[in-house]
């Protein structure tokens, strides 16, 4: 099957890093061209056919819209495939003139999802977003994460878990861009009266409020902000407890490598762990009700634990890189399938 990938824009993040590992992953039993911006081209494997072109301008731009349409028809494939609301709305904008099927994988949540008009089938990432977009041909494939990371778990030092005495404290894990969705005021509120020690790991323009708010609530003893780490999984899979605070998540990188690992992980209730966590780990979006949820589960760990043997199992199949991969590669190769099946194609 000749897939074309199609990403829009010129970012870094999860959805970019996505975008790759699937087009070098596919590329192993499909033929994959992969348009997008020139920044990307040393990262495809030397399988992946990379064709440069820049949709970081307007997705309304007739330049970047013409040279798209000339691209995808240049390589014939079987079956076009876009990631995010940019990509698709300029693939839809042109998808007259494209004579394969279209897929779109919605990545997050937005309140015109008109992009998506026209396609053939859409994917979201998680059952929160496939609910939003119940009025489309909907497939859930969860983003699957390579596990164990290919760069091992080992400890960046110093380990900011504490030694000694104070080792005997719950330590304690939340990680995440420090902005208001991530929900770490909320966190910090919650905190209040729990004997245990809590590490967050990220950065992000909230540090100054979220630094000050600590002190005010006299955390300073219980509470760290460790700042940016690149050893997060050896974090996750040496803390005894992870926390997921958001307000709003599309899909939770963080749960995926916490499950995983065999961590246990409690979450507001959120797409994504709303998913996975049995109601003893979920809560909603508040101070006390999240206080509640963490006195609770820190009050024995070991039967929570226990509660997650088969969350855990669950997660090895649905949340590994390569069930992702399977799961996308059959989306498309039915997609393909049906259209022809109806002589569109």
Known sequence: MRICEVLGGNEEGGLEKHFVELCNGLSEQHDVIA??????????????????????????????????????????????????????AMVGTIRRWIRCPLVATAHGFKRDNSAFSGFDRVIAVSRGIAEHLATFPVTVV???????????????????????????RVQVLTVGRLVPEKGFDILLDAWQGLDADLLIVGEGPQRGALEARLVELGLQDRTRLLGHRDDVPALIAAADLVVI???????????????????????????????????????????????????????????????????WARALEALHFDAMLSHTGQVLQQTVKARKTHGQA
């Open 245 to 311: 605070s958001s307000r709003r998540e599309s899909f939770s990188y963080v749960m995926a490598e916490t499950l995983l690992s065999r961590t246990p992980l409690i979450s507001t209730r959120v797409a994504g762990p709303r998913e996975f966590l049995p109601s003893a780990g979920l809560c909603e979006g508040d101070a006390a009700a999240l206080h509640h949820l963490l006195t609770q589960t820190l009050a024995d760990l070991p039967a929570y634990a226990r509660l997650l043997e088969p969350v």
């Open 142 to 168: 969860y983003n699957g994460i390579h596990w164990p990371p290919v760069a091992g778990m080992q400890l960046v030092e110093p380990s900011p878990f504490q030694t000694g005495q104070s080792s005997q």
């Open 35 to 88: 348009i997008a911006h020139e920044k990307y081209r040393s990262r495809f494997a030397a399988a992946v056919r990379f064709e440069a072109l820049d949709l970081a301008r307007s997705r309304r731009n007739p330049r970047a819209l013409w040279q798209l349409v000339r691209r995808i028809n240049a390589v014939a494939p079987d079956v076009v495939h876009c990631h995010a609301h940019k990509a698709a």
